[in-house]
């Protein structure tokens, strides 16, 4: 059974970085896609970034230049980061990490259908954005 924890949300001004850190465990494949999503007040849940088995990377359009997304790979361990720079009050939302085992999809692919699909989701941490 796969294991997702995300941490280092916080409060941050407009402007600042963060990062986030999620380490999932138990997978039982080494073709999985990991990524974030997040979900304001009021609104849908969004896929922010995504990384592929092959580490690709895809970014939703309203942070592409200013999140960078990263894994660490140790067999049936993995840890993914989101690098937050030039943070924006539009940020602010609860950001979760998703995780699918056995992933054959590639980052362009994954990121439209990660809320639906991704079957494993760490409990979340917040992320809020003073301007």
């Known amino acids: 059974q796969v294991q997702v924890v995300e941490s280092g949300g916080g409060s941050v001004q407009a402007g600042g970085s963060l990062r986030l850190s999620c380490a999932a465990s138990g997978f039982s494949y080494s073709r999985i896609c990991m990524g974030w999503v997040r979900q304001a007040p009021g609104k849908e849940r969004e896929g922010v970034a995504v990384?592929?088995?092959?580490?690709?990377?895809?970014?939703a359009d309203s942070v592409k230049g200013r999140f960078t997304i990263s894994i660490s790979k140790d067999n049936a361990n993995n840890t993914v980061y989101l690098q937050m720079d030039g943070l924006k009050s539009e940020d602010t939302a609860m950001y979760y990490c998703?995780?699918?085992?056995?992933?054959?999809?590639?980052?362009?692919?994954?990121?439209?259908?990660?809320?639906?699909?991704?079957?494993?989701w760490g409990k979340g941490t917040q992320v809020t954005v003073s301007s």
């Open positions: 998703a995780a699918e085992d056995n992933c054959w999809m590639s980052a362009i692919q994954a990121l439209p259908v990660m809320t639906t699909l991704f079957e494993n």
């Open positions: 990384i592929d088995k092959d580490s690709n990377t895809n970014y």
